[in-house]
């Protein structure tokens, strides 16, 4: 069964940094990894995307301030994120696209806050 799972949440101040960190359990072939986030209330949005197919994408909220990466050799992505607002604080899924479907991990919360 494969699994992802997420990294490196907390708390930080408006203007700061985190770096999430996502591992996938599986030795399986998989063609994208990615970030969604989920704002109190509202539903969760794609973030940041990586596909061996279409490349890498951005919402627009985000660009320019996270970045996405792979190691691929460990099954891992992360998600750097920079000058943090407050409508960044959520929880953070990451996933995992293969051809038998979508895998979500459990998520980590980030708070930004003054």
């Known amino acids: 069964q494969v699994q992802v799972m997420e990294s490196g949440g907390g708390f930080v101040r408006p203007g700061g940094s985190m770096r999430l960190s996502c591992t996938a359990s599986?030795?399986?072939?998989?063609?994208?990894m990615g970030w969604f986030h989920q704002a109190p209330g509202k539903e969760r949005e794609l973030v940041a995307r990586?596909?061996?197919?279409?490349?890498?994408t951005y919402a627009n909220s985000v660009m320019g301030r996270f970045t996405i990466s792979r190691d691929g050799d460990k099954n891992t992505a992360f998600l750097q994120m920079n000058s943090l607002k407050t409508e960044d604080t959520g929880v953070y899924y990451c996933?995992?696209?293969?051809?038998?479907?979508?895998?979500w991990g459990q998520g980590t919360r980030v708070t930004v806050s003054a």
């Open positions: 996933i995992l696209d293969r051809s038998e479907g979508r895998v």
């Open positions: 599986t030795d399986d072939t998989f063609f994208a």
């Open positions: 990586t596909s061996i197919h279409t490349g890498t």
